[in-house]
């Protein structure tokens, strides 16, 4: 045995699945590692395993089984065990899987089917927690609340560690930065915050800074006394009042001015307002929430930005991914949409043809998931059928950008780390290799050729394969595997060129 199989072997792994197949090969993978492997094929059966135990080290787990789920077995595994290092898994990636996971204190969890490389990495990671909390035992608190706001959709890593992000900070009173492009989505996260926090009974209310007019925003967020200022006809209740035992959301708060941020700070520094032309101090409890699409970081040091207000709302800051970040993503969203569409009987269309598909894959979306939801309404009311085709998507979608790899913790997502594509070449009209013969093919690429060289120099083979494995990514909507087998490479050959291009950004 090598020297971590070894180390391993002290530590146990519990595989609680209804599927035989699963729990054999998950088992296998984790025994090669050295772990002591035990199986369960139910949650009951996973149960009485931890009651008359000693308890594993860790837990793999999937979400759906029959009998209880997941979710309800490990909630009465922790309340056997509050340290015990839960790692579900699932094939259905949604917002609500992964909140909920990490709401009940599952210690993360992971895709069907899934990347021994990945497995074993987390379960690395599992057991030295598992060490630690068994050296210092800490309390953790439960979050009852169940409701979840839906319309966060996504599979994606990056999604996917926002979800994360929520079930850990929702249960908190502490501020939340959502920061983010604009149309990313950062009020649905907000809002979800707010449904899964201890405040989801109270109010929550959401407020534009940036489209309110500066000499209103202090009687929108603190209210008014009668006569104070022309127009103050009667007494006026602010936001924050509205709000108390609940939840405010300001949106764009870059936009607000100093001397409204000076007051936002005395509510979060005091829990203390006052209503324009009042003098009367008056108490909220109230948990305030930001966003904002520009980079408070720098408007702090331009003073443009309260550097104590800065460090007070951003006790926890959570970046929403732009589309491109996340293209893979695409198609689950615009289903999700044009479910929502049908539901609302705004459009007949519920599915789209493979290759309008593809276009939207392919797109740069500058204006993000807010852009796709106008595109899909578009599309899905000028369809004449229920299937959507490309002629029904915006002309400006069709001669659109390409997404190409972007860094994302990690991984690649979709960019061009020469800030060049091919189609920027002025390049002859494309030929079909079948119909117009190799000569006029191998022209192109002697096109090619002599363009990259003007431009890149002695880079051309690098430039070129960057481009081909872009294009391969683009094609297959992210999928790895596909594109490794369109390109004639392996999987691990075609990682390694992405963790290679992902360097050089």
């Known amino acids: 045995m090598s020297e971590s199989q070894i180390k391993n072997s002290q530590f146990t792994v519990l595989v609680v699945d209804d599927d035989d197949e699963i729990r054999y090969s998950l088992g296998r993978v984790l025994g090669n590692q050295g772990y002591q492997i035990d199986t369960a094929a139910s949650g009951e059966e996973g149960i009485e395993k931890v009651k008359h135990g000693p308890s594993p080290d860790l837990i793999f787990m999937d979400i759906r089984m029959g009998g209880i789920t997941g979710l309800e077995t490990l909630q009465h595994m922790r309340s056997i065990d509050s340290n015990l290092q839960i790692i579900l898994m699932t094939a259905f990636g949604t917002a609500q899987t992964a909140i909920e996971a990490m709401k009940f204190g599952a210690h993360d969890y992971v895709m069907k089917p899934f990347d021994p490389e990945k497995v074993i990495s987390l379960a690395s990671i599992a057991i030295d927690a598992s060490r630690d909390l068994r050296t210092v035992s800490k309390p953790s608190k439960k979050v009852n609340n169940e409701d979840y706001k839906e319309g966060i959709v996504g599979k994606s890593a990056p999604i996917q560690e926002v979800f994360k992000i929520i079930g850990q900070v929702a249960a908190s009173d502490a501020t939340v930065l959502v920061t983010g492009e604009s149309g990313t989505g950062k009020e649905l996260i907000a809002n979800c915050i707010f449904q899964h926090s201890l405040r989801s009974g109270g109010p929550f209310m959401a407020v534009n800074c940036a489209a309110i007019p500066e000499n209103l925003i202090e009687s929108e967020l603190f209210g008014h006394e009668k006569g104070s200022f022309t127009g103050a006809t009667s007494q006026r209740i602010g936001k924050f009042e ?43 409890d109230v948990r305030v929430l930001a966003a904002t699409n520009k980079d408070l970081e720098t408007m702090v040091r331009e003073k443009e930005f309260r550097e104590d207000l800065y460090y007070r709302l951003n006790v926890f800051r959570i970046r929403v991914p732009s589309l491109r970040e996340r293209s893979e993503d695409v198609p689950d969203i615009v289903d999700f949409m044009l479910q929502k569409l049908v539901k609302e009987r705004k459009a007949k269309a519920t599915r789209l043809s493979e290759e309008a598909m593809a276009t939207l894959s392919r797109y740069s ?22 299937v959507i085709l490309v002629k029904d998507l915006p002309d400006t979608l069709l001669t659109g950008g390409v997404i190409q ?101």
């Open 242 to 284: 509205q709000c108390d035992r609940g939840t405010i959301f300001l949106d764009e708060i870059g936009d607000m001015s100093l001397t409204t941020q000076t007051k936002i700070l005395r509510v979060l520094q005091d829990g203390e307002i006052q209503r324009v032309g009042g003098s009367e101090t008056i108490k909220v």
């Open 365 to 386: 979306w500058p204006g993000n998931v807010r852009e796709l939801g106008n595109v899909v309404y578009h599309s899905a009311v000028v369809a004449q059928g229920g």
């Open 405 to 505: 790899p972007v860094a994302t913790q990690g991984s690649i997502g979709l960019v061009n780390p020469e800030n060049v594509v091919i189609r920027d070449l002025d390049l002859p009209s494309p030929v079909d290799p079948v119909s117009t013969g190799p000569q006029s093919l191998a022209d192109t690429f002697d096109f090619v050729y002599e363009e990259v060289k003007a431009r890149e120099g002695k880079r051309i083979l690098t430039f070129i394969e960057k481009q081909m494995i872009q294009r391969a990514i683009a094609d297959t909507g992210g999928n790895q595997a596909r594109a490794a087998e369109i390109l004639g490479i392996t999987r691990n050959t075609l990682r390694k060129r992405l963790d290679e291009y992902a360097s050089d950004v």
